[in-house]
């Protein structure tokens, strides 16, 4: 099994479709989450981190539970720019990042 | 905010031949770096870990005679593909944590190996 598990996708939504992404992580000592995003043959860039209390950055809102070992990304009002892989982000305390497969967004007019 | 400058962006060789990626951290020091590898449409997986001062330490299945990493200050890590092949071929990314909270990721070196 995996250490972090995501939906590749693609998930094809229209501009202002509301879209969610869930990632789930095997490592119950995982200490810090994050969404990075990816464009094709860039470097992935830090998206958001998670936080146990959620939060919530313009259209992107991000959750962990902790008790399901689950962490999600809504991302409201899609626009076109959205367009890109979504990767899920997991570390312990020595922060080794472990990365999920990505979850490939595609927003269409 | 920090960053990570990775050189080459590209780079074709031969088989056989070796390829050196450098990684730096321009504005922080990083005791700790990471090479990761990235094929087509996978995850980026981790192949090492790059500690300054002392020997790299890496993950199942990943050869350190054919990857080489070397550590040699606070802010450059290399590595070294030899005798390289095609199914070498791949994105190789380096990351640096500037502190616990967030990786911070150089360009990316697409190799090709023909």
């Known amino acids: 099994r995996k250490e972090v598990e995501q939906d590749p996708g693609p998930f094809n939504v229209p501009e202002g479709a509301t879209v969610a992404f869930n990632c789930t992580y095997s490592n119950s000592a995982s200490q810090s989450f994050f969404w990075y995003r990816q464009d094709c043959r860039k470097e992935p860039k830090l998206l958001m981190s998670v936080y146990s209390s959620g939060n919530e950055d313009g259209r992107f809102t991000a959750q962990l539970n902790r008790a399901s070992q689950y962490i999600s990304l809504l991302i409201r009002d899609s626009k076109l720019s959205d367009s890109a892989t979504y990767l899920c982000?997991?570390?312990?305390?020595?922060?080794?990042?472990?990365f999920g497969r990505g979850t490939s967004l595609i927003v269409h007019p | 905010g920090a960053v990570v400058s990775q050189h080459p962006s590209w780079v074709i060789c031969k088989s056989g031949t070796s390829v050196k990626i450098e990684c730096r951290s321009l504005?922080?020091?990083?005791?700790?770096m990471f090479w990761y590898r990235q094929f087509p449409k996978q995850s980026l997986m981790l192949m090492a870990t790059?500690?300054?001062?002392?020997?790299?330490?890496?993950e199942q299945g990943v050869e350190k005679d054919k990857f080489l990493i070397n550590h040699a200050s606070l802010t450059l890590s290399t590595l070294t593909v030899t005798s390289a092949h095609p199914e070498d071929s791949s994105f190789y990314i380096c990351?640096?944590?500037?502190?616990?909270?967030?990786?911070?990721f150089g360009q990316g070196t697409r190799l090709t190996v023909v």
């Open positions: 790059s500690n300054e001062g002392s020997k790299a330490t890496y």
């Open positions: 504005d922080f020091q990083a005791t700790t």
């Open positions: 990351s640096a944590p500037d502190r616990a909270t967030e990786a911070f």
């Open positions: 982000v997991a570390s312990g305390g020595s922060y080794i990042p472990t």
